[in-house]
């Protein structure tokens, strides 16, 4: 299975991990991913060649223009030493840079349905924002609970899946697609993430995010000759899914373009989205908006690194498998993410990992593989120091730890767990 894996990561171009089962066949047959899967094969394998890049010759002049310098905002210059003083300008830049969408203030959220499972109280919510279709939610907490509990802001991860969302990292039922208990069995070493947090006393919401599940672009909703025949017809048909998430992929760029376009940003949409979630779950009268976290693997810990730096409601979090350099997607693995990691000229600004490091000295947790095919094993330390440099000279270096586990892209259950004592530790029950 490992092996199979690591040939749709070659296949694709997407953040996260592919998915399991019959997604593989969907994927393998479309001609510019194995052109891709050829490109990665001949930079990454020949002996003795370590100065190859994605984009060839050009990738050490690209990689000169950032370099063997600080960039500019970085709390690590020696110019800034007030770290409060640091936060609001920084912070600024990057939400500058984002150019984050007005989406509007709080939006009426409708409980759909509400029961029991597995010792939780499940609620199935929806709610409109100004454009596309409505977001579904689904909202976790213990059975029997009183007052006001921390709450999560739980993110499912990408997967070059954008048919599912919330349902990745969530279990209501008996009864689940069995691609996603194929996904949750590579993933989460079997687990529904969400609900095994929320045993633990929080409040836990998972949102569909941007172009994913109830927020994906529809069929039906593009001009006919985008559609390649396809329609909205059986989705949940692992086929129609398979084939539903080979367009979505290959629409990326569609969307980032217009998207950029339209003066906005991938990360600047997720994040005004992200923010609504959180804006709901602080609202609730059974959380304590004085302790919220946020976290998620992959896609989710994209996510996480943007919504725990940028917003100071987030008192804890945990990125997952979402940890590198700006240099390491110059010269290696910009081809295997999404348009959804970047940002416009914040790269002169603010290194990637400095952009989860805007949340110092409040807590954090990084959680890394370390034969995680997105990112180089290098890059990945090298962004640790940062981060570790960044809250030891804003003197919290116990409010950051980083931890590497063997393997490849994943969230197992020993990763979950000390995940999870980390929300403990810092949120409390």
Not at 130 to 144: D, F
Not at 233 to 261: C, G, Q, R, T
Not at 337 to 350: D, I, K, S
Not at 410 to 428: C, R, S, V
């Amino acid at each position: 299975m490992k092996s199979k894996r690591r040939e749709f990561l070659k296949l694709t171009t997407v953040a996260g991990l592919g998915m399991a089962g019959n997604l593989f066949k969907g994927f393998s047959e479309t001609p510019v991913y194995q052109s891709q899967s050829n490109f990665m094969d001949t930079t990454n394998n020949i002996p003795g060649k370590t100065d190859l890049s994605v984009i060839g010759l050009y990738g050490p002049w690209a990689v000169s223009l950032m370099e063997n310098k600080l960039p500019s905002l970085s709390f690590r210059r020696n110019e800034f030493t007030n770290v409060e003083t640091w936060r609001s300008k920084a912070r600024q830049r990057a939400i500058d840079r984002l150019a984050i969408p007005d989406i509007g203030g709080l939006p009426k959220v409708t409980v759909k349905k509400k029961y029991e499972y597995d010792g939780l109280q499940v609620e199935e919510l929806s709610w409109q924002l100004p454009y596309g279709r409505a977001t579904e939610a689904i909202l976790l907490k213990p059975l029997h609970a009183k007052g006001k509990l921390p709450g999560i802001l739980a993110f499912h991860d990408h997967g070059g899946n954008k048919y599912f969302g919330k349902r990745k990292i969530t279990k209501t039922s008996d009864q689940q697609h069995p691609l996603m208990v194929e996904h949750q069995h590579e993933y989460y070493e079997g687990d529904a993430w969400a609900n095994e947090i929320a045993k633990r006393g929080y409040v836990v919401l998972v949102a569909d995010a941007f172009t994913f599940a109830s927020r994906r672009v529809m069929m039906q909703d593009v001009p006919e000759h985008l559609r390649k025949g396809l329609t909205d017809e059986n989705p949940e048909d692992p086929k129609n899914i398979a084939v539903y998430n080979k367009w979505a992929a290959e629409h990326e760029d569609v969307m980032a373009k217009s998207l950029f376009s339209a003066g906005t940003t991938w990360p600047g949409v997720f994040f005004a989205e992200d923010r609504k979630a959180l804006d709901i779950l602080c609202s609730r009268d059974d959380v304590d908006a004085g302790r919220i976290g946020c976290g998620g693997l992959s896609g989710g810990g994209l996510r996480t690194d943007f919504m725990g730096g940028l917003d100071p409601r987030i008192k804890c979090a945990v990125s997952v498998g979402f940890m590198t350099t700006w240099k390491d997607f110059v010269l290696n693995k910009s081809f295997t993410h999404t348009w959804m990691a970047y940002v416009p000229l914040l790269p002169n600004e603010l290194d990637f990992p400095e952009i989860l490091g805007l949340r110092a000295p409040l807590p954090t947790l990084v959680l890394n593989d370390e034969e995680d095919e997105l990112y180089t094993l290098p890059e990945m330390k090298r962004a640790d120091k940062m981060l570790n440099d960044v809250y030891t000279k804003a003197n919290a270096g116990d409010r950051y730890k980083c931890s590497f586990y063997p393997g490849i892209h994943k969230f197992d259950k020993k990763m979950q767990q000390e995940a999870f004592n980390w929300f403990d530790k810092w949120l409390g029950h």
